[in-house]
């Protein structure tokens, strides 16, 4: 992916090709693309026993696919996540990623350009599986005036409808990484909400973490020591500055002025970024090719979306006694309510001080 934090977050926004498929696209050109992008996903599927059973596979190939199929029983047989065939096959797709999403939003709003579909609801990108074609669309959506960002992304789920492949683009990703995102993609599988992409990242990624967690502890292994702190640190940073930009998007001030206050917003957001990577990551970090590149309002909409309810699916798990099946039955139970009183019950379900 072009941009390291989004290996956090923008690789999953793939969700789900299908309903792309099914939704009615705004031309047929379009329709027709992601048709044949899928089919030749489908195509080059190869079942992984056989690979493994296989003496010529590459060995580095063959460990890592071990991996993934030892992950892939733990999270059925302990997370209680869907038993089928996704991520039992391998695709190579002799490119870094999978599809490439385009992000768009008005010059002045942080309201994403929203495209709506029967089974995945409304999603703030259009994906393509052609480089070539996200940056053409991008290219005509700036035509119109408005921001856009392009994301490559390495996994998607197509929510059980289809057997998901375990990607050559998912080997990308050192273990741990790998691990997690086999989890998450799984937690789509068990439950997904359309048109709540918020309610929907927050629960597989809460999946991900305390598999992940069950994982090590299953294995006798002390986690590997991460970034979260940073990772969270660079989040708040970022979603202060988004902030400001809406703050500044309700005011009353001329067109020329506003434009000239948002690039001061942004220059604003790299002082402080290389003042927090100096004083408190020692100079060292992860998000500098995502801060040094251009930004702009469409590049800042995945921000909290992985993380905004991840607290209160973890009080939840714990009301339900760490019991999966129970977890999985509240959540269900929670998306059932119309969204203004489940955004209630989900405060509710926050940690003192985090709402």
Not at 151 to 170: H, I, K, Q, R
Not at 211 to 228: C, F, S, Y
Not at 243 to 263: F, G, T
Request: proline share 6%; with cysteine; aromatic share 12%.
């Amino acid at each position: 992916m072009p941009n390291t934090f989004l290996i956090d977050g923008l690789r999953r926004l793939g969700v789900p090709l299908l309903a792309l498929l099914l939704g009615g696209c705004s031309t047929l050109d379009y329709y027709a693309h992601l048709g044949q992008g899928q089919w030749q996903l489908l195509q080059a599927r190869e079942p992984i026993t056989e690979l493994l059973a296989n003496p010529d596979t590459d060995p580095q190939l063959a460990k890592r696919l071990r991996l993934s199929q030892t992950a892939r029983d733990f999270a059925s047989a302990h997370l209680h996540l869907p038993d089928n065939r996704s991520y039992r096959l391998y695709a190579d797709l002799h490119r870094p990623f999978v599809v490439w999403n385009v992000f768009a939003t008005p010059e002045f709003s942080l309201d994403p350009e929203l495209h709506c579909f029967p089974i995945a609801g409304c999603v703030a990108y259009r994906g393509y599986y052609q480089q070539g074609r996200a940056r053409g669309a991008a290219a005509l959506l700036r035509q119109h005036g408005l921001d856009t960002y392009i994301a490559g992304v390495e996994a998607y789920s197509t929510l059980g409808w289809f057997d998901d492949p375990l990607l050559s683009s998912m080997l990308q990703w050192n273990d741990e990484r790998l691990v997690a995102v086999i989890f998450h993609e799984l937690a789509h599988q068990q439950f997904y909400l359309p048109g709540d992409t918020a309610f929907n990242e927050s629960f597989a990624t809460f999946v991900e973490r305390e598999g992940l967690r069950q994982w090590h502890a299953a294995r006798g292994e002390t986690p590997p020591l991460n970034d979260d702190r940073q990772r969270q640190q660079f989040i708040e940073l970022v979603l202060a500055s988004r902030e400001r930009l809406r703050q500044l998007y309700a005011s009353s001030l001329p067109e020329q002025d506003m434009r000239a206050a948002k690039q001061a917003e942004f220059a604003r957001l790299r002082r402080e970024y290389r003042a927090l990577r100096q004083d408190e990551w020692g100079g060292q970090s992860r998000f500098d090719a995502w801060i040094n590149s251009p930004l702009n309002n469409a590049k800042l909409l995945p921000f909290g979306l992985y993380d905004q309810w991840v607290p209160a699916f973890a009080t939840l798990f714990a009301r339900e006694q760490n019991n999966w099946p129970a977890f999985y039955a509240a959540v269900a139970n929670l998306a059932r309510l119309p969204q203004s009183e489940r955004q209630i019950a989900l405060q509710d379900l926050l940690p003192h001080g985090k709402n």
